[in-house]
């Protein structure tokens, strides 16, 4: 479990070690002009995420009703489970 959020939440500290090894390194190829990054993401994926727009998303009449947006790009793939959508409605 997270234990704390630091630097803005770019940082989090956990109340144990994970359970695996997790590499987050780059590694140089003695024949390529570039190395091949080797970190990946790292997300605990049994809790429930929820995304949501502003509270001015949620009032009736507002011309800035603009809610959310959630999305892959450039070839990206997403792929989205239990991830709450709260005010992301557009107007």
């Not at 630097?7 to 989090?12: A, H, P, S």
């Not at 070690?17 to 080797?38: C, K, V």
């Not at 507002?62 to 557009?90: K, M, P």
Request: charged share 20%.
């Amino acid at each position: 479990r997270v234990a704390a959020l630091e630097e803005g939440g770019l940082v989090l500290e956990l109340d144990e070690p994970l359970a695996n090894a997790h590499l987050g390194t780059w590694h140089w190829h003695d024949d390529a002009h570039a190395p091949s990054d080797l970190r990946a993401a790292v997300a605990l994926l049994d809790r429930t995420v929820k995304v949501q727009g502003d509270d001015a998303s949620a009032r009736a009449g507002n011309a800035f009703q603009f809610g959310a947006h959630v999305g892959a790009f450039h070839g990206g793939v997403l792929r989205v489970e239990n991830v709450e959508f709260f005010r992301t409605g557009q107007a």
